[in-house]
């Protein structure tokens, strides 16, 4: 549905789905995650040789021992690389709070957001809204054609991470919604 609505906005937009044993060898090196969100494993990029003995010895498990079996649907698409990422509250249409939670491989709450990223995510959330409230996160990449960003992925609101978000806007933002 993501991709129905962002296409190439999408960091992993040349993303493929299918199941965990039908893994293909397409990119050196790779991000993979399960599709559903059972936390049968954690996202993570991985290159060719490291990813398929992991997979042999998950199989082999004949689903004995894990959650993670041949059958697993995941998504699997080229490792990509990722300076800044940000997390943005949206509630009826609007961005009511965000929060950069990332700088290159570390965690780093602030809530100061380049000025880009914050025109980008307002752009992605006039494309398109899942939900009347919802969150959505953005990756500064090395990717020149969108200004550097990308959409990560669309949350829900009760299971994300606030980070350096204004805890107070987001739940005035709620409170003043009509139903």
């Given at each position: 549905v993501w991709t129905q609505h962002y296409g190439d906005h999408l960091l992993n937009a040349q993303s493929k789905v299918c199941r965990f044993e039908d893994v293909g060898d397409e990119w050196e090196e790779f991000f993979i995650r399960p599709c559903e969100d059972t936390k049968s494993f954690s996202g993570k990029v991985?290159?060719?040789v490291e990813f398929d003995t992991w997979r042999r010895r998950v199989?082999?498990?004949?689903?004995?021992?894990?959650?993670?079996?041949?059958?697993?649907?995941v998504m699997y698409g080229p490792a990509r690389k990722i300076y800044r990422e940000a997390r943005?509250?949206?509630?009826?249409?609007?961005?009511?709070?965000?929060?950069?939670?990332?700088?290159?491989?570390?965690?780093?709450?602030?809530?100061?957001?380049?000025?880009?990223?914050?025109?980008?995510?307002?752009?992605?959330?006039?494309?398109?809204?899942?939900?009347?409230?919802?969150?959505?996160?953005?990756a500064l990449t090395d990717d020149e054609d969108d200004g550097y960003n990308k959409v990560i992925e669309?949350?829900?609101?009760?299971?994300?991470?606030?980070?350096?978000?204004?805890?107070q806007k987001f739940v005035m933002a709620i409170e003043h919604m009509e139903f």
């Open positions: 991985y290159d060719w199989i082999d498990l004949r689903e004995t021992y894990t959650t993670l079996d041949a059958d697993t649907m943005f509250f949206v509630v009826d249409g609007e961005i009511v709070t965000g929060s950069t939670y990332k700088v290159g491989h570390r965690v780093h709450y602030t809530d100061e957001i380049p000025p880009t990223t914050m025109d980008y995510a307002k752009r992605m959330v006039d494309l398109w809204q899942p939900a009347r409230a919802f969150v959505i996160d953005i669309i949350n829900n609101i009760n299971s994300s991470g606030f980070y350096a978000c204004d805890l």
